[in-house]
């Protein structure tokens, strides 16, 4: 059973550039949250997708979108780069059926380094 | 605001020795509380789970308690090991308004020296 999957595991691009993250969610999953996380910091919540929608989202600019695929796994797609968009971008996988969140699981996350 | 606090913010311990770390939390009324332990570069591992009328947890050498009352948790560490060196993180989920959207603290930087 596996686990939730992210590509790639690091990566480094341009100030202005765009990126594209993924993610494909544990065995049974339904929905994908997407969070950045700053060096010594918590993760920060960015949007969350089911049923192929936006369902919520965090205080990020629109620079930041996403998109979830019928087989319940997620892009998350960052325009205009800046130097402080480098963060390690983690991705949870959930079922919307256990509001609680008890079966919420992390993948181990992309390293986006700005320059 | 829904906010999670935890202290201290880093810890250096040595191999063997206990430790325990706190959680502050204003989220009410929540659903469940999690410990969760992240290593560098890593996504993070749940530890335990505690709904608002569970007391404590454990798992292994992780103990964690919930005090609803005071909006407290703390979770201890038990004859640290060096792999225990990480950050450790409270996140509440609330049970309102529709948003099960959990809530993270900044986490605590435990170090275990030899």
Redesign the interface.
Known sequence: DAG?T?SPTHLIKTRGQQVTLRCSPKSGHDTV?WYQQAL??????IF?YYEEEER?R?NFPDRFSGHQFPNYSSELNVNALLLGDSA?Y?CASSVMAD????G??????T?LTVV | KNQ?EQSPQSLIILEGKNCTLQCNYTVSPF??L?W?KQDT??????LT?M?FSENTKSNGRYTATLDADTKQSSLHITASQLSDSASY?CVV?P?SGG????T????T?LIVHP
């Open positions: 939730v992210q949250s010594g910091q918590g993760p920060q919540f969350q919520q965090g390690l983690l509001p609680a969140n008890y919420y699981t992390f993948g181990s996350g390293r | 999670v659903s469940n999690r969760y570069g890593r996504g993070p591992v749940s789970i709904t993180i989920t049970l948003s099960y959207i959990p993270f603290g900044r986490g930087s």
